[in-house]
């Protein structure tokens, strides 16, 4: 029988986190270009389209003056913090610290995508990049919250049975 990613072999919670790591810095790297661009006022080079001049100039790319690359910067140093320590200790919970951070980025991004097309008028492809890695962070974690559950369950499941057995 042929295995394939869906194995276990492969969604480990290691090889989830090493993913949810590697994500995270290009996500810095990603958030860290733009507020650079940012705070020495020049405007971020875009490869696909037009619109990374307007989106970085428009109301909306900062909040209390500071560029929201800046937080996106914080937002992804987090996650991959989080990831280091599940991948240095997998014996440390980080998930429930993870899950609603990255939930936040998730959603976030899908707000800052509404701005583009219906208030901005104009996408940039750096944006979109950051949507796609909080998308990814979001539905590893979640899926491995989800896998957590069904382990806890099984495992009380079985401790039930042994119990009923003892009486």
Partial sequence: MNKGIGDAKYLSEKNIFLLVALIAFIGILNAGYLAWSALIGDAP????????????????SKI???PLA???????SMIFGFALW???????????FLLP?????????????????????AYCEYCLFSLFDA???FVATLY??????????????VHEE?????A
């Fill in 45 to 60: 080079t875009c490869f696909l389209n037009s619109g990374c001049d307007v989106v970085a100039r428009s109301e909306y």
């Fill in 64 to 66: 209390f003056g500071i």
């Fill in 70 to 76: 800046t937080f996106g910067v914080f937002f992804y």
């Fill in 86 to 96: 599940k991948i240095k200790v997998p014996t440390v919970s980080v998930v429930p």
């Fill in 101 to 121: 951070l990255a939930l936040l980025g998730f959603l976030l991004s899908l707000y800052f995508l509404y701005l583009q097309a219906f208030a901005i008028k």
């Fill in 135 to 137: 998308t990814v962070i």
């Fill in 144 to 157: 491995t919250r989800s896998k957590q559950k069904r382990q806890n369950n099984l495992q009380e499941e």
């Fill in 162 to 166: 042994k119990e009923g057995e003892g």
